[in-house]
């Protein structure tokens, strides 16, 4: 905090296409079924966009709600920053389409990769600009069409995933109020359990990557849970340490919305009631770096999230990744 003032989120917004895909769809694409996919990951249905809608679509109208919502223009950005890893393609960045598509003329841009934890790291990092005076309003967005990178005879991936945008804009509220506390990690050596292989410099797409289907996601979903469920709970009781407060101070948990078992895990160990987490996994399945922003949106405006309320939003992801935030809410 600085100069009587802090770094808080301004206006949020969200979207989601609106073509759904249900179990029952799933079970007639792979060897799958609904059981299966609601006892193992409490997923129900999820969205996908249309084949000609690409991430900054979606993006851009996440963002126009947020910058309604914070009651602001979009000439009065200072920079805007996409989570993601599903660009619209390598460069230009998302962030610099979604610039002139919003026609943020005033604002820097760039994209910041971190999976899943992507929305974390970049309110994290906005939050450094807003505290240092550098800029005011900052346009923070977590964008994903997954469905474009998933193999969709893959039953161990193409169960999880869907498509969606969500966007806050963060800027200065009252001293007290806004990011209390946060934290980011990454572990390099858990990168191989989630990851895209070709079409980058290691393995630029060929004939050959597409045919061994390396142009998709690869996942080993066992090693990825037993990190989540660690590291979760103890990113989320980090973020409260440093606040200087404890788990019965949170009023509300926003979690990556990746399986309800991983959740659970974590609600349970940081010993809050069902009624303080916010779930949307069973409607969207994991939107990587949408699935927080989405789930605060939709928080907010539902009326779950009031003002004075502490906030805990957590993440993990490939990278492996992992963030937290502490926020005392303050529209
Ligand atoms: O945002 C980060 C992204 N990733 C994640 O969050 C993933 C984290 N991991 C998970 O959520 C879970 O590990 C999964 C949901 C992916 C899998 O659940 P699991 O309880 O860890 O199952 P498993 O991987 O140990 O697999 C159990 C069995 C396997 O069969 P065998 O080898 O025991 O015969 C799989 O082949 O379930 C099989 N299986 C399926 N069966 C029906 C895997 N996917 C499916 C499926 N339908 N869709």
């Known amino acids: 905090m600085t100069d009587g003032f802090n770094c808080g989120i301004l206006g949020t917004g969200s979207f989601v296409p609106p073509n759904i895909i249900t179990n029952e769809d799933l079970e007639k694409m792979v060897d ?68 002139d598509r919003l026609g943020a ?5 760039f994209d910041l990769e971190a999976a899943c934890s992507g929305f974390l790291y970049g309110i994290i990092t906005a939050k450094q600009f807003i505290i240092t005076g550098t800029y005011k309003n900052i346009l923070v967005i977590g964008a994903e069409c997954l469905s474009k990178i998933i193999n969709w005879k893959d039953r161990n991936t193409c169960v999880l995933f869907g498509d969606g945008a969500g966007a806050a804009v963060l800027g ?64 989320a009781e980090e973020a409260v340490n440093k606040a200087g407060l404890t788990a019965d101070d949170i009023d509300y948990l926003v979690p990556h919305q990746a399986n309800i078992r991983i959740i659970d895990a974590a609600r349970k160990r940081l010993k809050l009631d069902e009624n303080k987490v916010y779930v949307n996994l ?33 993440g993990f992801g490939g990278g492996l990744t992992w963030g937290s935030c502490l926020m005392k809410w303050g529209k």
């Open 32 to 99: 799958t079924s609904d059981e299966w996919i609601v006892s193992r990951t409490g997923i129900k249905e999820r969205r996908v966009v249309d084949k000609n809608v690409a991430t900054s679509d979606i993006a851009a109208i996440a963002a126009q709600r947020a910058i309604k919502d914070a009651g602001i223009d979009a000439k009065d950005l200072d920079l805007i920053i996409v989570a993601t890893v599903t660009p619209d393609m390598s460069f230009p960045s998302t962030a610099c389409l979604l610039q």
């Open 282 to 314: 069973d409607r969207y399945g994991n939107m990587s770096s949408a699935s927080i922003p989405v789930a605060l949106d939709e928080a907010v405006h539902s009326g779950k999230i009031k003002k004075g309320h502490n906030i805990v939003m957590v």
């Open 172 to 235: 200065r509220v009252e001293e007290g109020y806004g990011i209390l506390s946060n934290c980011l990690g990454a572990d390099g050596a858990g990168g191989q359990f989630l990851s895209l292989k070709a079409g980058g410099s290691r393995l630029p797409a060929s004939v050959e990557t597409v045919e061994q289907g390396l142009h998709y996601v690869s996942m080993k979903g066992n090693e990825v849970f037993k990190f989540a469920v660690k590291i979760m709970a103890s990113a």
């Open 105 to 109: 003329v005033n604002a820097a841009a």
